[in-house]
Nanobody
Framework: QVQLVESGGGLVQAGGSLRLSCAASRRTFRNYAMGWFRQAPGNEREFVAKIDWSGGRTYYLDSVKGRFAISRDNAKNTVFLQMNSLKPEDTAGYYC??????????????WGQGTQVTVSS
């Protein structure tokens, strides 16, 4: 079992930045590919970014490429999502996810409780 706890959400003006963090409970954190998803009211949950166990490979939703950056610190069991040049359409609940099966297929079996990001125009 892996518990994931997100933090760092909040209210920011368009063009601003936020850094989300996700702390994992398990010392085998480095065995998991990690990712971020988001869900806006009335919408389905959508993939935002993922990162492999080493941090050497990342992949992003097209609409956030060049603005968001995912990273991880395996020594601290934490994954981050740096969000720059935020837009109102980025407003959503953001969820951290962990996948033991790896980076390529990325089918998470563990989810955090979410942190709200609201971008005002």
């Amino acid at each position: 079992q892996v518990q994931l706890v997100e933090s760092g959400g909040g209210l920011v003006q368009a063009g601003g930045s936020l850094r989300l963090s996700c702390a994992a409970s398990r010392r085998t954190f480095r065995n998991y590919a990690m990712g971020w998803f988001r869900q806006a009211p009335g919408n389905e949950r959508e993939f935002v970014a993922k990162i492999d166990w080493s941090g050497g490979r990342t992949y992003y939703l097209d609409s956030v490429k060049g603005r968001f950056a995912i990273s991880r610190d395996n020594a601290k069991n934490t994954v981050f999502l740096q969000m720059n040049s935020l837009k109102p359409e980025d407003t959503a609940g953001y969820y951290c996810a962990a996948a033991s099966a790896g980076y390529s297929s990325f089918s998470p079996e563990y989810w955090g409780q979410g942190t709200q990001v609201t971008v005002s125009s």
